[in-house]
């Protein structure tokens, strides 16, 4: 396992940079194993299906101060037999970025796997030319349910000695999901697409509301460790500190106060507004509904068109 780094780097990851190496792996994946009825087309029915395979690629992003913050990524030409990147490839690629995004510099490179390999270090040697302390992004694309982390590990070059010669190694480091408005919308439009299968609305209110439940869970969970730390400050088990204190102070202050005269005020003016609107949609539909019935009685039971009744004079 590779040691944990000590540079006191700041890092922020953007929702982006992941959508694009899932993307990245999807497709390569998809195109490495055909669906079986074109394998069975081409090859006769003898398929060599490849489970994982790695892709590559290139981070984007800015370094203010200590700060690194991760905005982008592209694709990488990755030839396995020498182990070299095609650097006419992204020369090209890092020109056209910098004409859309000027202030972007290439940060580090991106890959999938289990872990970080030694053949990695390669890669990220041929990156120092352009970035004198890379960055590596991996992607575990195996899904493991247990884990509720994010699969993303971030990985820095550390210069350590091992065995009286100097060495550079891989040591993971942590970092933060940071989003903008824009990139809030596309994320939360992505995760509400409708099924292939088209959906009943039914299943879509039902995949919202389990999405609902799952953020009040999450926030009941945080809610109750700053609790459990706070208790333990209180108790003396725990040294206090300041800094840790002005944080969860400020947090609290952003969680909507349930004992409130205000936010009651609020809360039973929306739930009126809600039922309003709600006994507002009842009677349009009612009211629509005996329309249609009262037409459909004027056409059965007209005096003029009934049977056996008198016809109007011609």
Known sequence: MAPSSSSGLTFKLHPLVIVNISDHYTRVKTQLNPP??????ENNGEAMLQPNPRVYGCVIGVQRGRTVEIFNSFELLFDPSSETLDRSFLEKKQELYKKVFPDFYVLGWYSTGNDAEESDM????????????????????????????????????????????????????????????AE????????????????????????????????????????????????????????????????????LRRLPAMESERFQDNFLMEYNDKLLVTYLAMITNCTSTMNEMVDKFNIAYDRNTRRGGRTAFM
């Open 36 to 41: 079986p009825s074109v394998c069975a087309t």
């Open 122 to 181: 390669l890669i990220h040697k041929a990156l120092m030319d352009i970035n004198e302390s890379p960055v590596y992004v991996l992607l575990n694309p195996a899904i493991n349910h247990a884990h509720k982390d994010l699969p993303v590990t971030i990985y820095e070059s550390e210069l350590h000695v091992i065995d009286g010669i100097p060495q550079l190694i891989f040591a993971h480091t942590s970092y933060t999901i940071e989003t903008v408005e």
């Open 184 to 251: 809030r919308i596309s994320v939360d439009h992505v995760a509400h697409l409708k099924p292939s299968d088209g959906g009943s609305a039914a299943t879509q209110l039902a995949a919202h509301l389990t999405g609902i439940h799952s953020a009040i869970k999450m926030l009941n969970s945080r809610i109750r460790v700053l609790h459990q730390y706070l208790a333990a400050m209180q108790k003396g088990d725990i040294p206090c500190e300041n800094s840790l204190l002005r944080q969860v102070s400020s947090l």
